[in-house]
């Protein structure tokens, strides 16, 4: 009860802040600027998902079912951009998200036979949350074993634009670097590699600097404050400061990052160019870990090369991507123990545990209206890997549909085959699944 009182008045004092800095702001930009300088922009959509999945025989889920897993999201986003002034403006971007089904419903279960099972960053229920960050603007309205409403700001910034370049404080997004299914540069809530959703990344609250006539190219610095889980503090060693410098030299675009994320130091450099019609990109990370957690440092690289044509009457676009995770493991079930493995994927910043992988994604354009993709990731050590078809239809005028599967293959004690769970007879495996969703947007 005091753990929930404690956030309530969390949360009031926030929206208290809140309100107080829309209308100072708010305010100040009326006075400061004419009428046909202000300026509000209001969209979103509505979107509706279904998943069957199927789970493996010989998962941890033959203690609860194996029957197909039948699962369904509501999601609908409010976005809204006020311009303030010709060189302030405020973001913000509200989501309600009602899920549930039978992997919820059986998850509820399998905690309470195997409590231990689940302290797993594989096998416990992930919801979006604001644990790590600066603002909780996260509540959840209700939740049982078989469903859960929350809703959250998304995006919550201000961002100003003066003549030497733009800052923009609050909760927002940031990507770098130029992986399409793989992103070692991409430290800040980057996408799995087997999202096929990705439209919106999820917000941090952070500081950014943009300075576009840095000298040759353009810099950009970020600062992350972060708090700590078990103690609600914000602290140094859960932030990030990082800058990243871009720039053109002998006809290839330059990426170089610095970074202290967390307790380890992580320094990179990316390279852009053309292959006669086709592009390719290259970007290789070092992170120099902290000496108490394990070995001194390891390398990640990406690198991939894309190309669109035309056959039959028909336009194609495909990339083929290579991923090294110097962090990865031969054996699977060791690598969930070890403490830099399982950081990184509680955190949503590492999603395979092995060390070499080939990917790639074909997509044809049936019709204006109709795509069809097919993307292809493989742990070409094992070998396993997964594949993913999917059609997307834009059926009418702000109406979306999009289905697919995802089909995992490999032999057993394979990454995607399936590997024991550390300390139980059972397997760590994902379940085969298809999907449906729509979408109206507005």
């Not at 990344?201 to 950009?220: M, N, S, T, V, Y």
């Not at 204006?368 to 059926?395: A, K």
């Amino acid at each position: 009860m005091n753990q929930y009182r404690h956030s309530l008045r969390h949360r009031l004092r926030l929206l208290i802040l809140l309100s107080v800095l829309l209308f100072v702001t708010t305010d100040w930009a009326n006075a400061q600027s004419p009428p046909n300088d202000r300026r509000l922009d209001w969209g979103g959509h509505l979107k509706i998902r279904g998943r069957i999945a199927w789970q493996d025989e010989d998962s941890v889920y033959q203690l609860v079912s194996t029957d197909p897993y039948y699962d369904g999201v509501f999601d609908a986003r409010l976005k809204g951009d006020a311009r303030l002034t010709d060189r302030l403006s405020l973001e913000s971007h509200y989501e309600l998200i009602v899920n549930g089904g039978d992997t919820r419903r059986n998850n509820s279960r399998l905690e309470d036979i195997l409590p231990g099972l689940f302290t797993s960053t594989f096998t416990r229920n992930r919801t979006i949350n604001d644990e790590r960050r600066f603002f909780d603007l996260t509540g959840i309205i209700e939740q049982d074993d078989t469903c859960q409403c929350y809703h959250r700001l998304d995006r919550l910034n201000l961002t100003l634009t003066p003549d030497w370049g733009s800052l923009r404080i609050g909760r927002q997004a940031v990507t770098w670097g130029n992986g399409f299914l793989f992103n070692p540069m991409d430290l800040l809530n980057p996408f799995a590699p087997t999202d096929v959703e990705r439209d919106y990344k999820i917000g941090d609250d952070l500081i950014r600097l943009q300075l576009p006539e840095a000298g040759p190219g353009d810099l950009e610095l970020l600062y992350v404050p972060r708090r700590d889980p078990n103690s609600n503090d914000v602290k140094w060693t859960n932030s990030s400061i990082a800058a990243r410098y871009n720039f053109t030299w002998q006809n290839l675009e330059w990426d170089l990052i610095a970074t202290q994320h967390y307790q380890d130091y992580v320094i990179g450099i990316g390279l852009t160019g053309y292959l006669k019609d086709a592009a390719w990109r290259l970007d290789a990370t070092h992170t120099f870990l902290d000496a108490d957690t394990g070995p001194p440092d390891y390398l990640s690289l990406v690198a991939n090369l894309d190309y669109s044509w035309r056959w039959r009457q028909k336009n194609f676009y495909g990339f083929i991507e290579f991923f090294y995770n110097g962090l990865g493991k031969d054996t699977y079930t060791s690598a969930l123990a070890d403490p830099n493995i399982a950081a990184r994927i509680d955190r949503g910043e590492l999603f395979t545990l092995g060390t070499c992988y080939l990917a790639g994604t074909l997509q044809m354009e049936l019709h204006p209206l109709v795509n069809l993709f097919l993307t292809s990731i493989n742990n070409i050590e094992d070998p396993s890997g997964i594949l993913q078809p999917r059609i997307v239809w834009d059926m009418a005028a702000n109406w979306q549909l999009n289905t697919g599967a995802g089909i995992l293959y490999g032999r057993r004690n394979s990454e995607y085959g399936g590997f024991p769970l550390p300390g139980t007879p059972y397997l760590q495996r994902s379940p085969d699944t298809i999907y449906l969703w729509v979408t109206y947007f507005f």
